[in-house]
């Protein structure tokens, strides 16, 4: 199949497939005799596997070292295991991140009850150093 096959089937842009072969996270595929890409089913498989790690908000090396894992059958499932730990710990330090920013975004806009942007306290929240801000 094509590129833009391979595109459609996996809801991958070509342009990002073509990153993922200069990465080596992805096959390189063959060439047919007029010289474009043949995507084989291998790939559809391999690409799904990256798109739903990336999905996950593995990083593209962590990806990398996935797939190497994931070429064994044969050897236990550890290492997966606390890759997919150490990324559920980023994952929820990203929401305990996320609800202190929605703590403060909402502290803010509670405080401004100015009619006029002069007077507006997310303005000036905003431009408080972040030392001073409470």
């Not at 060439?31 to 990083?59: C, M, P, Q, W």
């Not at 100015?114 to 409470?134: F, H, K, N, T, W």
């Amino acid at each position: 199949m094509r590129i833009g096959d391979l595109a459609q089937a996996t809801g991958t842009k070509a342009e990002t497939i073509r990153y993922y072969e200069r990465e080596g996270i992805l096959p390189v595929a063959d060439r047919t005799d007029s010289n474009y890409r043949d995507y084989s089913d291998d790939h559809v498989v391999k690409l799904t596997f990256i798109r739903r790690a990336r999905e996950l908000g593995f990083s593209m090396a962590q990806v990398r070292e996935l797939i190497a894992l994931s070429d064994h059958d044969d050897k236990p499932c550890d290492e997966i295991d606390q890759l997919a730990r150490e990324q559920l710990a980023e994952v929820e330090r990203k929401i305990e991140d996320l609800a202190t920013l929605r703590d403060e975004l909402g502290r803010v806009i509670q405080s401004c009850h100015a009619d006029r942007i002069g007077e507006c306290r997310i303005v000036q929240s905003l431009a408080r150093p972040i030392s001073l801000r409470a």
